[in-house]
T-cell receptor, first 115, second 114 residues
Framework: GDSVTQMEGPVTLSEEAFLTINCTYT??????LFWYVQYPGEGLQLLLK?????DKGSNKGFEATYRKETTSFHLEKGSVQVSDSAVYFC??????????????FGEGTQLTVNP | EAGVAQSPRYKIIEKRQSVAFWCNPI?????LYWYQQILGQGPKLLIQ????????DSQLPKDRFSAERLKGVDSTLKIQPAKLEDSAVYLC????????????FGPGTRLTVT
């Protein structure tokens, strides 16, 4: 079945450090890939997406490139801020005519950024 | 526009009791999802509705979980009877259509079964 594997957390960084959170996937077919973010006490929010190979999603200084050859979608940010502290989830979706559009999530990576 | 609303936000029950969660999606959104998020894990889809019809309930434990969306708007998820392993956050999400890329999530209901 479809699955997503994220790097083990938690991740602790100092402000302005470079961030990478690794994400790899296994899927039958051609998935769309997503990063969701969950701030403390809030619901999940879509951070960025990529719908086909070599697409780069970007938002709020975060980027991720859909690499079909390595089945990866690593999240990066050049300079993190304290306000980026949250849990980050990598997810995939494959559209199926008979079963809709289920999101399959990774286990999440807790990021803490210290001043 | 108003986001996805869920209630209650927190619930504590004893095992073998029953519990129900309510979700009101964003106005006009045809597709509604219920996810279960166990502590330390990513959300797992329980059931997907398109209007008032079920599209995917393959991961719903049907012996104890049920869900309905009778008028194609708000939805209720029920657990009867609850087990300790049902302790989790139950998330509701909605999207304009089943093929939409973005799902909008509510704040969730945190259930603790003792």
């Amino acid at each position: 079945g479809d699955s997503v594997t994220q790097m083990e957390g938690p991740v602790t960084l100092s402000e302005e450090a470079f961030l990478t959170i690794n994400c790899t996937y296994t899927a039958t077919g051609y998935p769309s890939l997503f990063w969701y973010v969950q701030y403390p006490g809030e619901g999940l929010q879509l951070l960025l997406k990529a719908t086909k190979a070599d697409d780069k999603g970007s938002n709020k200084g975060f980027e991720a490139t859909y690499r079909k050859e390595t089945t990866s979608f690593h999240l990066e940010k050049g300079s993190v801020q304290v306000s980026d502290s949250a849990v980050y989830f990598c997810a995939l979706r494959i559209f199926k005519e008979t079963s809709g559009s289920r999101l399959t999530f990774g286990e999440g990576t807790q990021l803490t950024v210290n001043p | 526009e108003a986001g996805v609303a869920q209630s209650p936000r927190y619930k504590i029950i004893e095992k073998r009791q029953s519990v129900a969660f309510w979700c009101n999606p964003i106005s006009g959104h045809a597709t509604l999802y219920w996810y279960q998020q166990i502590l330390g894990q990513g959300p797992k889809l329980l059931i997907q509705f398109q209007n008032n019809g079920v599209v995917d309930d393959s991961q719903l434990p049907k012996d104890r979980f049920s869900a309905e969306r009778l008028k194609g708007v708000d939805s209720t998820l029920k657990i009867q009877p609850a087990k300790l392993e049902d302790s989790a956050v139950y998330l509701c999400a909605s999207s304009p259509a089943w093929y939409s890329y973005e799902q909008y999530f509510g704040p969730g209901t945190r259930l603790t079964v003792t």
